[in-house]
């Protein structure tokens, strides 16, 4: 076990001293080594595809699925820091981020806002993020194709254009497997919607949208295939509008941020959040 001090943030193999360096309402992202997590990752070109919020008392709160290491009844669920850290064996990093404009008497109405969600009727929406895969693609990479050039027949151009006719078909098919009786919370909709109820005012960097360039600059992807984009994400608002018109309304923040196509990277990437301490664990086996 170790603790190193870099710029005030502490980087850590110890559960126990990160945990002690956590307060309500820092955010936690978590770097997991799963197949899926892994194109979550490159789609959205950062290490974070989980999150969550941490409450007082050593707790923390996430939307996620059932499973063995985290039994839950309710998509969004409140479990002990340790316990959930623990039992968490394909993670390789968390990283806590501290919102900047967070007051301590803000608590309770961060307390308030996670139990509005914790609730039966709520569905962990994991086909959410594939449907927002492509999207989170075209932005991470487009300018790194302008700083290139125009696109051409080079492999990044082919490669690219291949993942993103993939991603396309997976989120068609994930557009079926979606429940549509329930309200959808990915962990990342959950988070930004549980700290901007509580009163916090979260910037996101280049959030995604389904405007065409302004340039006209279309990239690898075709016409036809950004326009499938656009169906696809209208088609999670609309279906949002119809399950819980009160939390759908609340979609668009002040920022112009839709909650729903909020993504883990985002908030890696947020001016707002500022890194406290980091987790490393140890690798888990290649299976």
């Keep these: 076990m170790g ?7 502490l980087v850590t193999t110890d ?8 307060r309500a309402g ?26 969550a919020v941490v409450l007082s ?12 290491n985290h039994p839950r009844d309710t998509a969004v669920t409140i479990f002990g820091l340790h316990d959930y850290l623990a039992h968490s064996p394909r993670t390789h990093t968390v990283r806590a981020l501290r919102p900047r404009a967070f007051d301590p008497s803000q608590v309770p109405d961060l307390e308030a806002s996670v139990n509005r969600f914790v609730s039966p009727k709520h569905e962990f929406a994991v086909m959410d993020m594939i449907w927002l895969a ?27 254009r291949w993942l993103h006719r993939t991603l396309l078909a997976a989120a068609k098919l994930a557009h079926g497997r979606v ?42 992807w075709s016409a ?23 939390l759908a309304q609340q979609t668009l923040s002040p920022a112009g941020v839709e909650a729903d196509r909020v993504t883990p990277g985002d ?12 987790l490393l664990k140890p690798g888990p086996p290649p299976y």
């Design 224 to 246: 036809e295939e950004v326009d499938e984009e656009a169906e696809l994400i209208a088609g999670l608002r609309d279906r949002n509008a119809r399950i819980d018109p009160e």
């Design 134 to 160: 492509p999207s989170a693609l075209r932005r991470s990479y487009e300018e790194q194709l302008r700083q290139g050039g125009e696109p051409g027949p080079g492999m990044t151009d082919t490669f690219l």
């Design 179 to 220: 429940q549509a009786n329930e309200f959808a919370l990915t962990c990342s909709e959950f988070v930004y919607r549980a700290l901007t109820r509580a009163g916090l005012e979260l910037q996101i960097e280049s959030p995604l949208t389904l405007a065409p360039p302004a340039d006209g600059y279309a990239g690898p």
């Design 15 to 22: 559960a126990r001293a990160f945990v002690q360096s956590l």
């Design 57 to 68: 008392e050593g707790r923390l709160a996430d939307a996620g699925e059932n499973t063995q």
């Design 3 to 9: 603790n190193w001090e870099s710029d005030n943030v």
């Design 26 to 51: 820092d955010v936690l992202i978590f770097d997991t080594l799963i197949w899926l997590s892994n194109l979550i990752k490159f789609a959205d070109n950062a290490p974070a595809n989980h999150c």
């Design 267 to 278: 908030l890696f990437r947020s001016p707002s959040l500022d890194p406290v301490a980091v």
